[in-house]
Nanobody, 124 residues
């Protein structure tokens, strides 16, 4: 059973870089057909997909965040990392990492494995 765990600072200052790592156990992030996403939920709002890194190492980002987003991976440690630049207080959210078996998802239920989420607050 695949398990995911987010880690990173809980407080980031505006204009700085938000960096989070997802550590995966029970499966390899380089396995065929797996897509590893970052998703966030601001307080009082719905889930927002940020982007993914595929088993192949290719990436795809939400058009609204593409210019500020980078997702990379460390296959030796079975981790993938989100970097979001130039953050603002609107970036305050619970950030999740999640796995899907396809690059095309119809809804949140298509993400079969989720981390527990980590709260990130953007504030000076």
């Amino acid at each position: 059973q695949v398990q995911l765990q987010e880690s990173g600072p809980g407080l980031v200052k505006p204009s700085q870089i938000l960096s989070l790592t997802c550590t995966v156990s029970g499966g390899s992030i380089a396995s065929n057909s797996d897509y590893w996403s970052w998703i966030r939920q601001p307080p009082g709002k719905g889930l927002e997909w940020i982007g993914y890194i595929a088993y192949s190492g290719s990436t795809y980002y939400s058009p609204s965040l593409k210019s500020r987003t980078s997702i990379s991976r460390d296959t030796s440690n079975n981790q993938f990392t989100l970097q979001l630049t130039s953050v603002t207080p609107e970036g305050t959210a619970v950030y999740y990492c999640a796995r899907s078996l396809s690059s095309v998802v119809a809804g949140w239920a298509d993400f079969g494995s989720w981390g527990q989420g980590t709260q990130v607050t953007v504030s000076s």
